[in-house]
């Protein structure tokens, strides 16, 4: 039977961490729950959807060791509303748990710890290590570009990479390509491996990271397991099995016409022109290239917009159409003041990347009638 | 035609003020437009619901009078998003609207304002007089006691009581009542009149009235309508007709016991206790009172709650239960550090009131098996 004392504060950042890994809707009632499990003089809450699985040291004060596994939402919120910082748990035989803060007093019942599904194990090699930063950002930076739909699962995840020293992040759906190349402080070399991880897993894994440049993260990949852990955290989820698709192939350093743009005044005013465009349809924004700069437009069924935006330009005139919100999505996940877009002719991919070779935002055309 | 010139903050200030007075769901296509409006020297932008109509001026100098009607959200939406702060608007004899600002163009179809339902029209006799800052918050303490079932039309509105120089506020929805007094600075005195106002007129004009002490609102109460008046914009309303509940006779002064407690305590005790109570179950929040204070606790299926707290008693020991929701809107619509309620017995409606009359919140006690 557990008996523990714990920080509010600490024992809270533990439970909103794993809490990630407690999924919304499920069939199995043991997924709803976290498991809090005191053990060898340490205790942890740990949660499993059975894609990913997350354990995060809580601290505390151990009276008796043992474990439970608890609804995971009630629990949370009873621990977020309790009155003071000092917060004693115990359990009985029954499986019945006990709360106390200042004056206020709750009852839970668990499940016994046995009925949950523990941690995936995976052999734990060399570690790549990098900020929690730059991994925060690399995955912001690209995961936007996967797959929402399910049709073809490869799509709803990222390709991370390792060559050498460089890790290279990529995310494709179909009409476009985010990829962003991070070099990592890496003393040994590591033998080269590409993985593909779930995109649930990175939107969970961003909103855990500290953000933090001076905090690390060490990365643990198996044939079948991706392991992340920092700061107490351990995150482990199941890899998309397959061959991810040759991007190399799809990038070309060849191009027609060259635009160097202030990024923040193209992506406002690309912003404003999917005012007139609803979810459902697709009408392309027109990019008329000219020396001097280019004239965006839209026209759909509920008006039309125009609008001049200067550009340093080299190379030929030429006419494209683009679907607005996926330039809105490269052009937010850059942070440079100029972007440049590499375009060879209106059936042709468009490219944003920079001359530090960064990152590399590939997005498809779309027809268009010219009036 | 018109032909126009704004400032962007001005124009949106009074877009998003009327904006309240578009329904976002209806079968009149002309219910989603606002009407532009330049006559007589003065811009003004209004929409109308039926139920309530907003005026409200937009500055802006006029090169050529006339009048437009257009998609409101679609309008809005434009001009938030428009470059700079100077706005050029100007239509067409094919009520086409061309928006330029800075180097952008929008275009968009509108309607005839011939078509747009006007301002309904009431006899101004005198007006009652308050200070925004009062209108909002009579509003915002009592306006949570309506019900938000359609069965009984009365209980969605709120009743305005004036007589003397005294603004009396009520709401019921069955299970509870919040009355608001407000002494008002009128010099003459006004023939006492109390009417039926609907909740959503109110809450709308709560989020429109800026908050300020200084700022004074005029109200003109009509046979059917009301009107405020207050900074540039004009609100008028339907009124609910017919008499409304006998609320005097529903609050006693007579108790058996009376409690004082610290209010922001009891809140969050009362807020931890919900968390055992999902939406659709009403487990009473049982309060045992003894000397010294008072012991509250909740049991549901999800677990249950004990927590003691301190209070000054005067009167009979006794146990009573209540919907713990009722307990905290009533609570968090009072700022006084401290609270009395008055209570009877366990069958009897429970009083919140200060000494001071300017509030009374009535809530009826749930039964509840004792344990």
């Known amino acids: 039977m557990l008996d523990l004392f714990f920080s509010k504060a600490k024992l809270m950042q533990a439970v909103n961490t794993v809490m990630k890994a407690v999924p919304t809707r499920t069939s199995l009632p043991i997924l709803e729950c976290l498991l809090l499990e005191a053990k060898n003089g340490s205790v942890t809450v740990m949660a499993n959807d059975m894609e990913m699985a997350i354990r995060s040291e809580t601290g505390g004060t151990i009276i008796s060791e043992g474990t439970i596994a608890v609804d995971a939402k009630l629990f949370s919120d009873i621990i977020r509303n309790l009155p003071e910082d000092e917060v004693h748990i115990k359990t009985d035989s029954n499986l019945q748990m006990e709360i106390t803060s200042a004056d206020s007093y709750f009852t839970m019942s668990g499940k016994s710890g046995d009925d949950f599904i523990g941690m995936p194990t995976l052999d734990k090699g060399m570690p790549v290590t990098l900020s929690q930063l730059t991994l925060k950002e690399i995955i912001d930076q690209t995961i936007f570009s996967i797959s929402a739909s399910e049709n073809n699962k490869m799509m709803t995840g990222e390709l991370m990479e390792i060559k050498g020293n460089m890790l290279r992040v990529a995310a494709l759906d179909g009409h476009r390509i985010a990829i962003r190349y991070s070099v990592m402080n890496q003393e040994e070399d590591i033998e080269p491996v590409s993985v593909i991880v779930p995109g649930k897993t990175l939107n969970d894994l961003s909103r855990i990271l500290s953000g933090d440049a001076g905090k690390l993260v060490n990365i643990y990949i198996g044939k079948n397991h991706i392991l992340f852990s920092f700061d107490g955290t351990t995150v482990v989820s199941r890899l998309i099995e397959g061959e991810y698709f040759r991007i190399d192939q799809m990038i070309s350093e060849n191009y027609e016409t060259?635009?160097?743009?202030?990024?923040?005044?193209?992506?406002?005013?690309?912003?404003?022109?999917?005012?007139?465009?609803r979810e459902s349809d697709k009408k392309p924004l027109i990019f008329d290239i000219k020396n001097g700069g280019a004239t965006l437009s839209l026209t759909s069924i509920m008006g039309s917009m125009k609008e001049e935006i200067e550009a340093e330009k080299e190379g030929i005139d030429l006419m494209i159409g683009f679907n607005?919100?996926?330039?809105?999505?490269?052009?937010?996940?850059?942070?440079?003041?100029?972007?440049?877009?590499?375009?060879?002719?209106?059936?042709?991919p468009g490219f944003i990347r920079d001359e530090q070779g960064t990152y590399i935002y590939l997005i498809l055309p779309v027809n268009f009638v010219s009036r």
């Not at 060259?258 to 465009?277: A, D, G, Q, W």
């Not at 809105?328 to 942070?335: E, F, T, W, Y």
């Open 258 to 277: 060259k635009l160097v743009f202030n990024r923040k005044r193209l992506l406002n005013c690309i912003e404003r022109s999917t005012i007139l465009v």
């Open 324 to 348: 607005p919100r996926f330039l809105i999505d490269a052009l937010r996940a850059i942070s440079d003041e100029k972007i440049t877009l590499y375009l060879t002719n209106s059936r042709a």
